[in-house]
C-alpha cells in the first residue's frame, strides 16, 4: 500500500538558519508529490509539486524540494527560514492521477529568534 | 489559481444533530470533490470522494449513512455529517479537482470547517 513517512514530529530552527523537512513515499510507480503548508485553524496551501522532468522543483516562499527516486525521498528546503514559516507542513503523495492524496503525519516546523 | 470556498467554517452543536458543510469550487468546474478530515495535531485522512452526478465512494472505515456526500453540481459538493456525537468534532476538509481523464489535474483545497460537537 502506498504510505508517507515524515520522520521529524516537530522541527525547531533559528530565524535565518536554513531548513530541510525530510518526507519518504512508498509507492510502485512514479508518484505525484506534493508539499503543503498549514498555518492554526487553516486550509492547506500548496508549496510546491513533482510531477515529472526536473527533480528540483521550485515553490512559493523560498521552498524547494528534490526527488531522489533511488531514495524514495522528496525532501522540502529552505536556505534562510523567516518566523512566518512557524507552521505545519504536510507532504502527500497522488496514487494515480486524479486520485485523492495520502498525507504524511506532518512536521510542526517552529521558528527561535 | 482557483479558489474553493467551505461554509460555515466553524459550527457548534449539539449531540445528536445533523450539521450541513458545503463545499464550493468558485472559478472553476469541480468533476471530483473530496472530503478529508483531520484530528488535532494529526494529518488529514481520506473520508469520500464524490464525483458529480454519482454516489460518493467512501474510504474503509466511513460510515456512509453518517456522513452524508452530496455532489448535485459541478461547483458544490456538501457533507452531512448526521445524529454527531462529540466523537465526530474534527476539523473537515473539502478539495476540488477540475477535469478528468488522464492527466492530473491538481487539486484546491478549502479553508476547512471546524465542527464541535457537544
Known amino acids: 500500500a502506498q504510505s508517507v513517512t515524515q520522520p521529524d514530529i516537530h522541527i525547531t530552527v533559528s530565524e535565518g538558519a536554513s531548513l530541510e523537512l525530510r518526507c519518504n513515499y512508498s509507492?510502485?510507480?512514479?508518484?505525484?508529490l506534493f508539499w503543503y503548508v498549514q498555518s492554526p485553524g487553516q486550509g492547506l496551501q500548496l508549496l510546491l509539486k513533482?510531477?515529472?522532468?526536473?527533480?528540483l522543483v521550485q515553490g512559493i516562499k523560498g521552498f524547494e524540494a528534490e526527488f531522489k527516486r533511488s531514495q524514495s525521498s522528496f525532501n522540502l528546503r529552505k536556505p534562510s527560514v523567516h518566523w512566518s514559516d512557524a507552521a505545519e507542513y504536510f507532504c502527500a503523495v497522488g496514487r494515480q492521477a486524479g486520485t485523492a492524496l495520502i498525507f504524511g503525519k506532518g512536521t510542526t516546523l517552529s521558528v527561535s529568534s | 489559481g482557483a479558489v474553493v470556498s467551505q461554509h460555515p467554517s466553524r459550527v457548534i452543536c449539539k449531540s445528536g444533530t445533523s450539521v450541513k458543510i458545503e463545499c464550493r469550487s468558485l472559478?472553476?468546474?469541480?468533476?471530483?470533490m473530496f472530503w478529508y478530515r483531520q484530528f488535532p495535531k494529526q494529518s488529514l485522512m481520506l473520508m469520500a470522494t464524490s464525483n458529480e452526478g454519482s454516489k460518493a465512494t467512501y474510504e474503509q472505515g466511513v460510515e456512509k449513512d453518517k456522513f452524508l456526500i452530496n455532489h448535485a453540481s459541478l461547483t458544490l459538493s456538501t457533507l452531512t455529517v448526521t445524529s454527531a456525537h462529540p466523537e465526530d468534532s474534527s476539523f473537515y476538509i473539502c478539495?476540488?479537482?477540475?477535469?478528468?481523464?488522464?492527466?492530473?489535474?491538481?487539486?484546491?483545497f478549502g479553508p476547512g470547517t471546524r465542527l464541535t460537537v457537544l
Open positions: 478539495s476540488a479537482r477540475e477535469g478528468g481523464g488522464g492527466s492530473y489535474n491538481e487539486q484546491f
Open positions: 513533482y510531477f515529472s522532468g526536473d527533480t
Open positions: 472559478d472553476f468546474q469541480a468533476t471530483t
Open positions: 509507492y510502485g510507480a512514479t508518484p505525484y
